[in-house]
């Protein structure tokens, strides 16, 4: 790992830990929740950086992060007493793929108005394409951060219970 | 989900069974005596619309396991709830304040460049304002978000125009990503995984509705700035 990757790393997990503290916000969720968010984020989304850059592609790097926050969650979960999603969730919104969404809307309004087949070719791809990866980083997303939800049930059920 | 676990833990401690169904717009709940089956009840009550709220989840889940554990008496658990769910939020202006870093950053995360960066954190700050504001009135959703969009995107866009900076394209993108539905969106595949099917569905339904009223606002100040291309 070359001195410049690593530049990028922290850039990209301080950008992430930043978005994650403001997205979090709007869910007012508890004082101590959100550090543990921005932490989680930060992390998260520089192993999906760092993946993407090593040649995987978004959706499955996208699963493998998840994965990693939702193991961790639990972890937190257990130290501050707080259920997990309460910080997974904001930690992952980051990755959501906003800009894929909205560009599957765009273009579904860009084939309705144009009336050249080529072009029209041209934007039912982008569609088709934007679409795809919209719902394949969110399944990503989700599977990811609940299997360990899902194989731990009593544990993370339990995060708030004190005795 | 864990609301049905949760009011099914309290249920039990004060020695009932419950069966509860959610649905987009209302809940149906009944709970049985288990010492009398034959005494039951069953009601079907309105959601009212309430912000999400972290703190009121993770609080109401700690007060259900409390319930459960420490066989709290019924006034007790009365007062706490009413005392959780009438806390008051975080401070609306350094909420506004910190969406409008995260967009910022968010353009970051897109290799947007600094002054890119800096029109989406005016941008952000001038839509989330007009969400409190159209929130606070009790307008439309649909329509909150729409014209959210579309004031942000307008600010973002003016960059664009008078062609500052080199990345004005990210800019103007994701100056309305504050906006995505993002909770809602992992909460409805997360209900489709646990076999909540109809639930699921009305919220995906609903997040998207909202993606593409974003969408709306997004293209109209387009329109408006004469931009063809994102």
């Known amino acids: 790992m070359t001195y410049e990757m690593i530049r990028l790393l922290l850039i990209d997990g301080l950008m992430a830990a930043i978005a994650a503290i403001g997205f979090a916000v709007i869910s007012n969720p508890p004082r101590k929740a959100i550090f543990v968010s921005a932490i989680l984020a930060a992390l998260g989304h520089s192993l999906r950086f760092f993946l993407i850059k090593s040649g995987l592609d978004i959706s499955l790097s996208t699963f493998v992060a998840a994965t990693f926050i939702g193991l961790l969650s639990i972890v937190f979960a257990r130290i501050i007493h707080c259920p997990a999603e309460v910080f997974s969730f904001p930690s992952l919104l980051p990755m959501i793929p906003g800009m894929f969404a909205y560009r599957t809307i765009l273009s579904v309004i860009r084939f309705m108005q144009n009336s050249d087949v080529i072009k029209s070719q041209q934007f039912m791809m982008d569609f088709f394409h934007n679409g795809m990866t919209t719902l394949f980083i969110l399944l990503a997303l989700v599977v990811g951060v609940s299997l360990p939800i899902l194989f731990f049930p009593k544990l993370s059920f339990s995060v708030t219970r004190k005795y | ?230």
């Open chain 2, 1 to 230: 989900m864990r609301i049905i676990q949760n009011v099914s833990r309290m249920a039990e401690t004060f020695g009932y069974d419950l069966d509860l169904s959610v649905f987009q717009m209302s809940i149906m709940m009944t709970i049985i005596n288990k010492e009398d089956p034959v005494k039951l009840l069953t009601q079907i009550r309105k959601i009212k619309p309430l912000h999400l709220n972290f703190t009121i989840v993770s609080e109401l889940s700690t007060l259900s396991w409390d319930t459960y554990d420490k066989h709290l008496p019924f006034d007790e658990v009365t007062s706490n709830y009413c005392q959780i769910i009438n806390q008051k939020r975080m401070n609306s202006s350094l909420v506004l304040f910190l969406v409008a870093a995260a967009n910022a950053a968010f353009c970051g995360l897109f290799r947007g460049d600094f002054i890119a960066m800096t029109f989406v954190f005016f941008a952000t700050f001038a839509g989330f304002f007009v969400r409190q504001a159209l929130m606070k009135k009790n307008i439309n959703h649909l329509v909150t978000f729409t014209t959210s969009a579309f004031v942000a995107s307008l600010l973002a866009g003016i960059g664009y125009v008078i062609h500052i900076g080199h990345t004005p394209e990210i800019a103007l993108a994701s100056s309305v990503l504050f906006l995505i539905p993002g909770v809602p969106m992992i909460n409805s595949i997360l209900d489709i995984l646990q076999g909540h099917i109809l639930t699921g569905i009305a919220r995906l339904v609903n997040a998207t509705s909202l993606i593409v009223c974003i969408a709306i606002g997004l293209f109209t100040s387009m329109l408006i700035l004469g931009l063809e291309k994102l």
